[in-house]
């Protein structure tokens, strides 16, 4: 399994291309997507869902892939100033260019965004989504000079580094959120905590976790072999899960050390956090998993 601690150096970012071929899906124009009327003021930033269009290393242009790959059509950025509770891994602020999911605190002075506390899940991406991937994580990170504007009547954003390596966004639209409650989440990462690090892992190949909130004050799922059920009530922001009730199949020992990872995540108070259709599920420990809505 891949783990991917806070404050990743770049290297470790393009390892989240996996088995990736660098494609050469950029151009050298260099050019930035920001439309004209850019303002000082990015205070805005914060209300607006962002959906990444390009990345610019060293003059040469890197674009969001196509729709074909991975969830792009959930492709998007979220900034929220502050910093994450005490035991969550990075912060609220983040999101997801298709494949990873990354989370940071957030910090807007002035025209200034500054990043920290950046951690990502660690899935391999294959081709262009990787590789944009790679750049992306690359560029956001420390102090990027921001600026807003308008193209054909959307909101633009672009940040800059010191070097000269930006970011161009536009904006999108926000959908509609699917209910926490009836939804199947498809579990893909564990959270924990090394040497006082937040870790976030990858579940291992074959390992087919979910889990099902319903009205009835159930939770029902996989914890990746085993199936399960128990009760489970939802109350401002938390979710208090009774004992698992477990079918007792025996399965590889990756996928049993996950399962048994995840009994001991969904016991008792956890607190949750619904992005869209992500979940962050997360004990007072720091130790969680993340979701997505399939």
Known sequence: MKRTAKNMTYSAAAALAGTAVLAACGTESGSSTAGEGETKDVSTIADTR??????????????????????????????????ADPGVPGGESGGTVGCNHFGADIEIEGDTVKVSDLVTTNMGCPGPVGEFEAKFLHVFRGSLKAATGEHDGTKTLTLTSGNGDRISLREGTSGTAPPLQGTRWTINTLLSRESGDPVAESLPAGAKAHLTLTKNNTVTGSLGCNTFNAKATVKDGTIEIGPLATTRMVCSEPVMKTERELTEILSGKVSYQQKHKSLTITRSFGEGLLARAK
């Open 50 to 83: 962002w959906v990444p269009q390009s990345v610019t290393v060293d003059g040469k242009d890197y674009t969001l892939p196509g729709a074909d790959s991975f969830d792009l059509e959930d492709a998007r950025i979220t900034f929220k100033p502050g910093a």
